[in-house]
Nanobody, 112 residues
Framework: QVQLVESGGGLVQPGGSLRLSCLVS????????MAWYRQGPGKQRELVAV???????NYAVSVKGRFTISRDNAKNTLYLQMNSLKPEDTAVYYC??????WGQGTQVTVSS
């Protein structure tokens, strides 16, 4: 069964950057849609960014211009580059691939 393993989270000061990675235990070249979600304290899980296999992307309004989603099919990895981080970006971040169960997530904390 294909699995997702997120990494790259941590504690960062406001204005800082992090790059999250999601390693897929199988080929992602045939996966049509991959995405990043997040769930903040006391909040519902929300969609952050989506990437289609053809390269099209879409972002939540709250992160547009600050976050960039990308994928490396050769490394079976999805990325989320996060810049200009804000305290409200604090959340557990999950990647999701169509037809694949959720991973365990990676914690991102933005605080001074």
């Amino acid at each position: 069964q294909v699995q997702l393993v997120e990494s790259g989270g941590g504690l960062v000061q406001p204005g800082g950057s992090l790059r999250l990675s999601c390693l897929v235990s199988g080929s992602i070249s045939s996966i049509s849609l991959m995405a990043w979600y997040r769930q903040g304290p006391g909040k519902q899980r929300e969609l952050v960014a989506v990437m289609l296999n053809g390269g099209g992307t879409n972002y939540a309004v709250s992160v547009k211009g600050r976050f960039t989603i990308s994928r490396d099919n050769a490394k079976n990895t999805l990325y989320l580059q996060m810049n200009s981080l804000k305290p409200e970006d604090t959340a557990v971040y999950y990647c999701k691939a169509a037809g694949v169960p959720w991973g365990q997530g990676t914690q991102v904390t933005v605080s001074s």
